[in-house]
């Protein structure tokens, strides 16, 4: 089965940046959809980010010109730049994964949810103060 592991959180001021990754591994042939998701206490897990399979990107309108998806396909990675941070940025991040050709994304001020996609990774911690 498609495996993820994310890397990269950890503590920041606010103001500062950290690069997560998010490995998968598996048979990932097929899975068209890839996305970041953010959960903090006491909330629901929200969409921060989505990449297709042919580099379309969307973002949630509280992280649009701060965070960047990409993915280096020679390696199988997928990134999240965050810049600028915040400390409404606090949160575990996780990746996600999903095979579907026609991918969700972020449009009206809402992001995918939880049930959009199939394969999570178990999150990486980002704390900005």
């Known amino acids: 089965q498609v495996q993820l592991v994310e890397s990269g959180g950890g503590s920041v001021q606010a103001g500062g940046s950290l690069r997560l990754s998010c490995a998968p591994s598996?048979?990932?042939?097929?899975?068209?959809?890839m996305g970041w998701f953010r959960q903090a206490p006491g909330k629901e897990r929200e969409g921060v980010a989505t990449?297709?399979?042919?580099?379309?990107?969307s973002y949630a309108d509280s992280v649009k010109g701060r965070f960047t998806i990409s993915q280096d396909h020679t390696k199988n990675i997928l990134y999240l730049q965050m810049n600028k941070l915040k400390p409404e940025d606090t949160a575990m991040y996780y990746c996600?994964?999903?095979?579907?050709?026609?991918?969700?994304?972020?449009?009206?001020?809402?992001?995918?949810?939880?049930?959009?996609?199939?394969?999570w990774g178990q999150g990486t911690q980002v704390t900005v103060s």
């Open positions: 990449l297709d399979s042919i580099g379309s990107t």
């Open positions: 598996g048979y990932t042939y097929g899975y068209h959809c």
């Open positions: 996600a994964a999903d095979q579907s050709y026609r991918c969700t994304y972020c449009s009206g001020g809402r992001c995918p949810s939880r049930t959009d996609f199939t394969y």
